[in-house]
């Protein structure tokens, strides 16, 4: 699976949109990127998954560039809820293509502050 | 109604003895996970089973053993318990093998060891 690379930490004003970026430079063309967050002693939560074109879901929007070496993770409206630690990660659909793990590194701590 | 349930929540126990963890899903999942995350918050996966057939077996000592009577659960048993075992022990689930959607975590049990 390909490695990724997300700042360490990020803060964000309630309200505004959250861009959590997510470098991915060695990924292949059969991988996704995957986004999961975990809040303060809960278990990780999946949020949205992507190949190449931008994807939206109630909970956010994943932007990956044309080149799919980077890719943006949108919180449109952030709450104090949002607060969590953002995992970006990447890999292949199905067994072929990769491992049957999904490996998490050390993420983004977000923090929403009122 | 919980999605993936563990049991216990919380564990308190000493140096030397053995103790096992519970996890049940209801989603109809094929595959379950064990995950680790130590005190530096890494998430590291222990073991992956496939209806009830192992599939990922990480280097973890021996006195850890998973138990899947079931495709709905998966069960973790260690033995000789030791400091470096406190953790917080997260069960997952998942449709298939491979890819990264759709994992559902439990709340995790956190286990400490004096």
């Known amino acids: 699976d390909a490695k990724t690379t997300q700042p360490t930490s990020m803060d964000c004003a309630e309200g505004r949109a959250a861009n959590l970026p997510c470098n991915h430079s060695?990924?292949?063309?059969?991988?996704?990127v995957y986004w999961y967050r975990q809040i303060h002693s809960q278990g990780p939560q999946y949020i949205i998954h992507?190949?190449?074109n931008n994807e939206t879901n109630e909970m956010a929007s994943l932007i990956i560039t044309e080149d799919r070496k980077s890719s943006t993770l949108i919180l449109p409206h952030a709450t104090l809820r949002d607060t969590a630690v953002y995992y970006c990660?990447?890999?292949?659909?199905?067994?072929?293509?990769?491992?049957?793990?999904?490996?998490f590194g050390k993420g983004t701590k977000l923090t929403v502050n009122p | 109604d919980t999605a993936v349930s563990q049991t216990p929540k919380y564990l308190v126990t000493q140096m030397g003895n053995d103790k096992s963890i519970k996890c049940e899903q209801n989603?109809?999942?094929?595959?379950m996970y064990w995950y680790k995350q130590d005190s530096k918050k890494f998430l590291k996966i222990m073991f992956s089973?496939?209806?009830?057939?192992?599939?990922i077996n990480e280097t973890v000592p021996n006195r850890f053993s998973p138990k899947s009577p079931d495709k709905a659960h998966l069960n973790l048993h260690i033995n000789s318990l030791e400091l470096g075992d406190s953790a917080v022990y997260f069960c997952?689930?998942?449709?298939?093998?491979?890819?990264?959607?759709?994992?559902?975590f439990g709340s995790g049990t956190r286990l400490t060891v004096v």
């Open positions: 060695t990924i292949s063309g059969n991988e996704y």
């Open positions: 089973y496939n209806n009830k057939e192992l599939i």
């Open positions: 990660i990447v890999r292949a659909a199905g067994i072929q293509g990769g491992s049957e793990k999904l490996v």
């Open positions: 989603l109809g999942h094929d595959t």
């Open positions: 992507g190949l190449k």
């Open positions: 997952a689930s998942s449709q298939g093998r491979g890819g990264g959607y759709g994992y559902t």
